[in-house]
């Protein structure tokens, strides 16, 4: 059976990889890539935060009855990563490798914390609490596609 834990760990790694490629691509100066991976990026990004913020954190609110708990934390973390996102995006539209690197730097950093928490404590307790209705959290989550457009 696979599970919320399972299935959001395999999302964050892609969207690893993704990034990874981005920043090859702008150390070397392959611009037009780095441009591709931008919006494979961000689109990748958007979707992982509507599967948390639009059907598994209600869930998981839904069934624990508490809306103000590790997922306020983890929405707040999105959304200071969407920021970062903007100006990853705006350091690459300037050609400015020295900026992006810092930028990307800062956000793995804030991606790798924030993986950490919902790899370790929030999937585990959503694979717990959303016991009954995991596979029905887990299709509607698999439904979503990525977006293309950078807009994050």
């Not at 961000?42 to 997922?71: D, V, W």
């Not at 959503?126 to 994050?152: F, G, Q, Y």
């Amino acid at each position: 059976m696979n599970t919320i834990t399972e299935h959001m760990s395999t999302d964050h790694k892609q969207c690893d990889d993704i990034f990874a490629a981005l920043e090859t691509d702008v150390t070397e100066g392959r611009w037009e890539a780095a441009e591709r991976a931008m919006r494979e990026f961000a689109g990748a990004m958007r979707t992982h935060f509507a599967m948390e913020e639009e059907i598994l954190f209600p869930a998981f609110e839904a069934a624990t009855g508490n809306s103000m708990g590790p997922t306020v934390v983890m929405r707040s973390e999105h959304v200071q990563m969407r920021e970062i996102l903007k100006e990853l995006d705006d350091a690459l539209a300037q050609r400015a490798p020295a900026d992006f690197a810092g930028i990307a730097d800062t956000l793995n950093i804030m991606l790798q914390q924030h993986n950490m928490k919902e790899e370790g404590i929030l999937y585990p307790m959503t694979d717990r609490v959303l016991a009954n209705t995991r596979e029905e959290v887990l299709d509607a989550m698999s439904k979503l596609a990525p977006c293309a457009e950078i807009n994050p």
